[in-house]
């Protein structure tokens, strides 16, 4: 995803002089033909997250646009106050890219783990928040981020993830992306989640429960409209996301479901709990360990058919 992401950075950059990208001592294999094409575009600030946003903030505010770019966790948490301040109170045009979303980083440990970044900026309100599920979805992201005029923040994984799409599919902000229709319940995922999120729709069809999967590109705007509709029609939703299950998707949809009246359909949540993954593993194992995994999923919804 990273990759696609920037080389579509790179080709904006190349009609708009206005584009500049930031890193935090972090990019390396994948900025360099940015770097090398637009030197005078481009600034590596070191080790120094808070930094980098205000430098962002300053161009953003003299009229440029503004890419930065560092591990999820360092370019969400590390320099919150700064996000928060410079970046959000002055409705800055700055893109911030966390790479490594969920347990990419899995077996570098705790530290690098990016499980917290969508809960932390969803509750800023006003930064769109856009996960794309695969590198095809990571190339419109990069145009929709830009064409954006507030900020807005990207949460990629960092490489080999397959495409899910075969040709670019419509990317509206603010709107869910329908992979596969279904009518005993619907799975909702973030992310590359939802490649094995289709997994287990393929799973449970074989074993006779019809699934959709809806992928949500867009945390903030969220589909309110289209979750209330399917609230409506389906006995269980499943929320699936690779990080903490206060705050990001889970919670978009409680809250939605929670606003409606009459019958509506079950939540069922798949995220990391709050106390996370209590070890250190690769983001296939703990995504095992943690049920995120398509058997895991299946599981889940077998469950929670089982019990309406």
Not at 27 to 55: D, H, K, P, T
Request: aromatic content about 6%; charged content about 20%; proline content about 4%.
């Amino acid at each position: 995803m990273r990759t696609a992401f920037i080389e579509e950075l790179r080709r904006i950059a190349q009609v708009d002089e206005d584009i500049w990208l930031l890193t935090a001592d972090l990019g390396f294999s994948v900025l360099e033909r940015f770097s090398e094409e637009f030197a005078q575009r481009y600034l590596n600030v070191g080790v120094a997250e808070q930094n980098m946003m205000g430098i962002a903030a300053g161009l953003a505010l003299s009229g440029k646009r503004v890419v930065t770019y560092s591990i999820a966790n360092f370019a969400t948490q590390r320099c919150l106050e700064q996000i928060r301040n410079d970046v959000v109170y002055h409705n800055s045009h700055v893109v911030m890219v966390g790479v490594g979303g969920g347990f990419t980083y899995g077996a570098q440990g705790h530290t690098h783990h990016g499980l917290e970044d969508l809960a932390i900026l969803r509750s800023l309100g006003t930064v769109d928040i856009i996960a794309p599920c695969d590198p095809v979805e990571a190339s419109l992201a990069a145009r929709a981020a830009l064409s954006h005029p507030g900020p807005t923040y990207v949460r990629l994984e960092r490489t080999g993830e397959p495409d899910i799409h075969d040709t670019p599919p419509p990317f509206t902000r603010g709107r869910v992306i329908r992979h596969r229709e279904g009518l005993d319940l619907l799975i909702l995922a973030v992310g590359s989640l939802v490649g094995e999120a289709l997994t287990a729709a393929k799973i449970l069809s074989d074993e006779g429960v019809d699934a959709a999967v809806w992928g949500v590109p867009w945390l903030v705007p969220f589909d309110g409209e289209s979750v209330s509709d399917a609230a409506r029609h389906y006995p269980v939703i499943l929320t699936v996301e690779e990080a903490c299950s206060r705050g990001g998707l889970a919670s978009a949809v409680a809250e939605t479901i929670a606003a409606l009246g009459g019958d509506r359909a079950k939540l069922q949540i798949a995220a990391v709990p709050p106390d996370g993954l209590g070890s250190v593993a690769s983001q296939a194992s703990a995504r095992k360990i943690l049920k995120l995994d398509a058997i895991g999923l299946v599981g889940r919804a077998r469950e929670a058919l089982a019990d309406i």
